[in-house]
Every structure is written in C-alpha cells, then in structure tokens.
C-alpha cells in the first residue's frame, strides 16, 4: 500500500505543475500588468512604479532567475501567496476564512450525510410503498426547487416571520446560533439529490442474494441494513462523499453571502467583484491540491472498505 501511495502521489506533481502553468497564464501572461488598475486613475508615474516593483511586475516574464514564472511558482509551493489589493496578506485572509467556511460546511455535509443514508436504507427497504414513493415524489421536488429559494424561505419564514434565527450572521453572538438557518437551509437544500442517489445505490444492494440469505437465517433488518447492505454499499458512497470534502473549505457562495458570513466564499465573491486575480489564483491553486489530495485519499479507502480490492 506504501508504494501504491507514493506512486499516486508522485502523479500528482504533474497535475500541481500544470494548474500552475494554467493559473500563470491566466492570471499574469493574459491578465497583464494591473498596477494602473491598483494605484488609481489619477495615480503618477511614480506610484505606478512602486505598484510595479512591490507585485513584481517590473520581472522579467520568463527568461531570468528572478522572473515573474519561477517567482509564480515559489509563492505556490510555499504558500507564500504575497498581498491582496488591499494589501492584507492573501494568506491571513484564508485562514482567517477557514474557521467560519469549516462551521458552516462541516454540519451541512454530516448532516445530510446522516439523514440521507439512513433514510435510503428505510426507503430502499419499503421500495414500492407508500413511504417510498412519497420520499422520491419529495426528493424530486427538492432538487426541482432553486437552492436561491430555499435561502429567500428561509430567511423571510424563519428568521423574519417567526423570528426563530437571525437574519444575518451576528459576530457578538454564539457561533451555533448564528449558523444554525443556515445550516438548516444547507441541509434541506441538499437532501434531495443525495437521498435520490444513495437510494438508487441501496436498492441494488437490496435486491443481492446476500440480503435474502441474510433475512431467511433470521437476522434483524436493521443489523441487514446498517451492518451487511450498508458496508456492500460503501464504494460508492465513498466517491460521492470524499470527492465533495474539498469543497468543504470553500465554503457555500450562496449562503455565506446572503448571510454575511465571513468564510472563503465571500472571500472569493469579493475577489471576483474586485478583480483580485491575486487571491483568486490563490485559491485555484489550494483547491486543486484538495482534490489531487482526496483522490488519492479514496483510493485508499476502497482497499479498506472492501479487501477485494488490491493496490498491486
């Protein structure tokens, strides 16, 4: 297993290289020289060049030791991402965004993960039912619906109507409290595609000889469901859930702007509006390594959950 690590991960410095050839001439090569844009209309001479020399765009573009391409790369690989417009270390500015991102994503994808498993087992169980047909009548509805709406109900219904929650996310107040609506509204908005998908995989499982053994030998349902279905139904499981955990860390864009949270995606959300290709590279560049990271991480996890699996 040690080998088949080193190899995947000795793969992924390709990958890095290549996002970082990508992100170099998306954001310096066709991006240009935007010290007129930072410095001001009315800036002189004078500042223009100091912008130029503090953001390194008086380097050469390639041909030197000191170019603006090796000095790309240096940045990235020691996360060392220099300064935002506004002149804020681009690094302080995304872990100071981690923390808000992390307690609004993590309760939303345990959450949906919890309720959409366990009631894929019980409507895959009682396929063909009432129960069943009414979860999928419901899941379909859910997914039909815009996750805009889902956040405009839930703020004027709950927060304003009711007054249950707050309407904007409260520094003052406790953490719990003022992302409890969101989290909710995450988990309600997302519940519908996740129970659809882990549905259709527990009704294959379902329909294996192994299930009917199981329950003429005498054994309960839920020890069929949670203990035999459920462990047979974790390759796929595995890459819908460990795929999704990069996105984690940027948070959700909707929700996190319409509540004023202060996490990644209103750091990008400004970035974009700004035109701060400075975090936006950034932020490229950390989410890639996510997803090279979590790859490689659900590999693994297959040879765990199912000792058919070999990595030689």
Request: charged content about 15%; proline content about 4%.
């Amino acid at each position: 297993m040690i080998t088949y690590i080193l190899r995947r991960l000795l793969y992924t410095i390709p990958i890095v290289i290549g996002v970082l050839l990508l992100t170099f001439f998306l954001f310096t090569v066709v991006g240009g020289d935007i010290s007129q844009q930072i410095a001001g209309k009315n800036a002189d001479a004078q500042t223009i060049a100091e912008i130029r020399h503090e953001y390194g765009f008086d380097k050469p573009l390639f041909w030197s030791l000191d170019s603006q391409f090796l000095d790309h790369f240096k940045k990235a690989l020691t996360f060392n991402f220099g300064r935002a417009l506004d002149r804020e270390k681009i690094s302080e500015k995304i872990l100071r965004g981690v923390g808000p991102s992390l307690s609004l994503t993590a309760p939303m994808f345990f959450g949906t993960l919890a309720i959409s498993i366990s009631l894929s087992l019980l409507v895959a169980f009682a396929r063909g039912t009432w129960l069943d047909v009414t979860v999928v009548v419901l899941c379909v509805a859910g997914m039909s619906i815009p996750y805009l709406s889902f956040i405009i109900f839930g703020q004027y219904f709950f927060a304003y109507k009711i007054g249950a929650f707050p309407i904007m996310y409260m520094p003052e107040q406790s953490m719990t409290y003022s992302l409890a609506l969101p989290i909710l509204i995450g988990i309600a908005a997302g519940l519908g595609a996740n129970l659809r998908f882990y549905r259709t995989v527990m009704l294959d499982e379902m329909r294996s000889d192994y299930v009917r053994t199981a329950f003429a030998k005498g054994l309960s349902t839920p020890k069929v469901l949670f203990k035999h279905v459920l462990k047979n139904a974790m390759i796929p499981i595995i890459t819908n859930v460990v795929l999704v955990i990069p996105f984690l860390v940027l948070g959700s864009f909707l929700l996190e702007r319409f509540f004023g949270i202060p996490g990644l995606g209103s750091l990008m959300i400004e970035a974009f509006a700004s035109r701060d290709y400075f975090i936006i590279n950034a932020m490229t560049f950390i989410f890639a390594l996510l997803i090279c990271f979590f790859t490689v991480l659900t590999d693994i996890c297959y040879a765990l959950v199912d000792p058919r699996i070999q990595f030689e």
